[in-house]
């Protein structure tokens, strides 16, 4: 056993069953911001051009999760 800080993000993709347990902790969420820079011009590999979809997609969707959970707070 044991506590350890792991992103919401982390707990979405690998607890599905439910095993793990999210604690309310004072200062809790720790919030960070990501960005995702490139050359201005740089025609993006196919490899990276994904990523980018990805990872645009995926932060729509955690912005509309947490939405959704405040809203039903």
């Known amino acids: 056993m044991g506590i350890s800080v792991l992103s919401q993000h982390s707990l979405d993709l690998e ?3 439910g095993l ?3 604690l309310n902790v004072e200062g809790f969420p720790i919030q960070r911001h990501w ?14 051009q994904t990523f980018l979809d990805f ?19």
Not at 35 to 48: C, E, F, N, R
């Open 55 to 73: 990872s645009i997609a995926e932060g729509r969707q955690i912005i509309e999760r947490f939405s959704a959970d405040l809203i039903s707070r």
């Open 20 to 22: 793990l347990t999210i």
């Open 15 to 17: 607890n599905p069953n």
């Open 35 to 48: 960005y995702v820079i490139y050359p201005t011009g740089k025609q993006l590999s196919v490899a990276a």
